[in-house]
């Protein structure tokens, strides 16, 4: 043992038990097994049996609640066809249920303000997915593979002064 080594510690691996070492005559240990990260749950479930769920998307926040039913889905007290004009939007709002299996099972209530109707489609995606994870838990992972309880966070970008916009400028004039 040289010099340097009579500050080291004997034991290197009690720092770190991921480390393997394996020599003359040693065996190898297997490194610890990481558990996954507890899953978090977003939306509430009442003592009525009815989920809850909050979404938002550029400035729009939708509030979600749905309970079991024969599949009567209002926003802001108006049927979400007569309410969606544009076919996307609707197919938007649609896609947690269908990938849930739920479409026609539940009934979904929807208040939402704020924004145009792309961002209370979005706000209205993640809400509905929060609220039919807290409904069943075990939809979480099917749920997240599909991005439906990621939370959009585009927003509109500030004006900037000296600009006419946030990033475009007056018209420049050479004369």
């Keep these: 043992m040289s010099d340097l080594d009579l500050n080291a510690d004997p034991n290197p691996a009690a720092e770190s038990p991921a480390l393997v070492f394996s020599g003359p005559g040693e065996t190898e240990t297997a490194a610890p097994v990481v558990e996954p990260a507890a899953v978090v749950i977003r939306g509430k479930l009442d003592r009525f049996g009815t989920a809850w ?3 938002r998307r550029k400035t729009s926040v939708a509030r979600v609640r749905v309970m079991a039913g024969n599949g009567k889905f209002q926003i802001n007290g108006r049927p979400h066809s007569e309410y969606f004009c544009v076919e996307r939007d609707r197919m938007i709002i649609e896609q947690p249920l269908r990938a849930a299996e739920k479409h026609g099972a539940v009934d979904v209530h929807v208040t939402v303000e704020g924004g145009g109707t792309t961002g209370q489609a979005g706000a209205i995606l993640l809400g509905l997915a929060r609220a039919l994870e807290a409904l069943n838990p075990s939809l979480h992972r099917m749920l997240g593979e599909h991005g439906y309880l ?5 927003m509109v970008e500030r ?7 946030a990033r475009r400028s007056f018209q420049f004039s050479k004369r």
């Design 53 to 55: 769920g909050t979404g």
């Design 150 to 154: 990621t939370r959009d966070s585009r």
């Design 159 to 165: 004006k900037k002064y000296g600009l006419k916009k």
